[in-house]
């Protein structure tokens, strides 16, 4: 036993750390593009605050088509623009960038959906303040969504990861790639299952840790 | 038919100009309001009452714009609506203020921070908007509920932070969309004393739809009485209701009578009507003892309106023409305001709620 951690402890450490940092800064930049697109779509949509039927229908269809894309070949697919940005196609970084992609569009789901669940009634009162928009968006869709939006970046945070192993299969660096490369290649069996157990435990902190979070900060139920 | 306000309302400060809405969908559209005008003054409570799906809730949504007219136009301290560009429009809703049936208060922030939400919105400096709403909140009697959050208040307690959210920009105008609507009838009479209380202590004009008459005998000086998208009668509560003129007016006149207006069955029945120094003599009594025929009281009841007591009473008269014709000149000789109910019959099959 000893023996095996002295020669893949370091192994699977690191690339806990190499999957970690994908995932994290995939789901950031994903965040960074997916939040303005789901509140476009809360927006823009018929009976939303700034219709807007083809600003809408752009984003819609936009978020539908990259949505329908499996990701191993998205990932394939947007090869070349992965080089152009940042030079290689293997590895960690090369991984964030289709992981980012892929994720931006689904998220930009879940916040629209988050968002589209605060009342109508206390949106229409803030209306009747004489509430901007933007007002309106920031200070009272996205506070009241609060829950809804930290329970959707768990889930977020779980397919994002299972994203990452698969890029695995291509050199995607992180504990994917070790199962793939040793547990696969190399049928070394044992580190296949370990990295199996790392990847339970890393989605079950997140999704308990998300969990906790939502619900401390959710003010609905009184405690 | 729409029955106008005859006296006149000497400062106006929202008036309602031909104002018509028309949704339409697809396939058809509703007109929900069609050519209501109609003038409320400064300082008024003013009750807007009307069945449900008579368009009340439409109109008031046309006070502040949150529903664009399809025509007409509703001035506000003589500015047009209509005309204001939406940033105008939006400072325009500073001053408009308005509370819903369902409260609306933001879930996730506290009392206190609540009442700050349209403060902040006016971009008043974080410290003065704290000591404005801990202020507010304890006018509206929750000066020990500041941190509490919505969730944990009654829905009494929670349209008193609406309330007091709505004062906090200082507003000419509040509008009150069935606001008691969800609370029991304790709660219901504790907030529209509150709502009489600012009327009278910052001179704000408060603008109450309900579909509840007692509402509007509780509070409100004038009301106008929507019936089916138009304007059914207007003018001053005593009025309306010890003489409504409009077949809706005297529906929820007759509803007035608190629990629930049953059924009044029967022909030759008449409303009549106390003012209030009628009461003292036993009118009815005296009417029966003179012409030695009984009648039949079908229902009673008194309101206080604006503090002086109105009662109302359904007769059934005898078949005798000439009899009835007697009664009733003898009531009308009396003060009382007398009503042919004759035409009951036709809504009454139309008449089930409340």
Redesign the interface.
């Known amino acids: 036993m000893s023996e095996f951690w002295n020669e893949y402890g370091s192994l699977l450490l690191n690339n806990t750390g190499v999957t970690l940092y994908m995932v994290l800064v995939s789901t950031l930049l994903a965040y960074i593009i997916g939040i303005p697109l789901g509140i476009g779509l809360v927006l823009t949509a018929p009976g939303g605050m700034k219709p807007n039927a083809v600003i809408y229908n752009v984003l819609d269809v936009t978020v539908n088509i990259v949505r329908s894309i499996p990701f191993l070949i998205l990932l394939i697919l947007i090869m070349p623009f992965t080089k152009l940005l940042v030079g290689k196609t293997y590895g960690a970084n090369a991984t964030i960038v289709p992981l980012v992609v892929s994720a931006a569009p689904f998220i930009a789901r879940m916040v629209e959906s988050s968002l589209l669940e605060v ?1 109508h ?2 949106i ?9 928009s933007f ?1 309106i968006v920031y ?2 869709m996205i ?2 969504a ?1 829950t809804s939006l930290i329970v959707g970046a768990t889930i977020a945070l779980a397919t994002i990861l299972g994203y990452s192993a698969m890029a695995g299969t291509v050199g995607g660096g992180g504990l994917g790639d070790v199962a793939i490369q040793y547990g696969y290649y190399r049928y070394q069996t044992g580190v296949m299952i370990i990295t199996v157990v790392l990847l339970v435990a890393l989605v079950q902190i997140m999704q308990a840790a998300g969990m906790k979070l939502g619900k401390a ?6 405690k | 038919m729409s029955i106008i306000d005859k006296d006149e309302i000497l400062d106006s400060i929202i008036h309602i100009d031909h104002l018509s809405k028309t949704f339409s969908s697809k396939d058809h559209t509703v007109e929900a309001l069609s050519d209501i005008s109609l003038d409320i003054g400064k300082g008024d409570i003013f009750g807007i009452i009307g069945m449900s799906g008579a368009g009340k809730s439409t109109l008031v949504r046309c006070l ?1 714009f ?1 529903e664009k007219p399809s025509s007409g136009d509703v001035i506000v301290k003589g500015r047009s609506m209509s005309h204001l560009s939406p940033k105008e ?6 001053d ?3 509370i ?1 049936q ?1 409260f ?7 009392v206190l921070d609540n009442v700050c ?2 403060l ?3 971009g008043v400096p974080k410290k003065q908007a704290r000591l404005k709403a801990t202020r507010l909140l304890a006018e509206v009697g929750l000066g020990d509920k500041l941190k509490s ?4 208040l009654s829905g009494g307690q929670q349209q008193r932070v ?1 309330i007091a959210r709505a004062l906090a ?1 200082d507003p000419s105008i509040l ?1 009150c969309d069935e606001a008691t609507s969800a609370l029991d009838p304790k709660t219901t009479g504790e907030v529209l004393q509150l709502l009489k209380e600012i009327n009278e202590k910052h001179g704000i004009t408060i603008v109450i739809i309900t579909h509840a008459m007692s509402v509007v005998t509780q509070i409100c000086n004038r009301v106008a009485i929507i019936d089916n998208g138009r304007l059914a009668e207007s003018g001053k509560v005593q009025e309306v209701f010890s003489n409504p003129r409009s077949e809706a007016g005297m529906r929820l006149v007759l509803s007035a009578g608190g629990s629930t207006a049953e059924r009044v069955p029967g022909e030759h029945l008449i409303r009549i009507a106390f003012t209030s120094n009628s009461s003292y003599e036993p009118v009815v009594a005296n009417m029966v003892l003179k012409f030695g025929s009984p009648v039949n009281i079908m229902r009673a009841d008194t309101r206080d309106i604006g503090g002086i007591a109105r009662g109302q009473m359904v007769l059934q008269l005898p078949d005798d023409e000439e009899l009835r014709a007697n009664m009733k000149k003898y009531l009308i000789e009396r003060g009382l305001e007398v009503q042919d109910l004759s035409s009951m019959k036709d809504f009454e099959d139309n008449y089930e709620e409340n």
């Open positions: 009342g009634g206390v229409e009162a803030a209306q009747s303040m004489g509430a901007s007002t200070k009272v506070p009241e609060r900060l959710d003010h609905r139920i009184s | 502040n949150l429009l939006r400072l325009q809703r500073h408009i203020a308005m819903f369902s609306n208060l933001l879930q996730q922030r506290n939400f349209p902040e919105i006016t959050y919505p969730s944990q609406a920009n509008l």
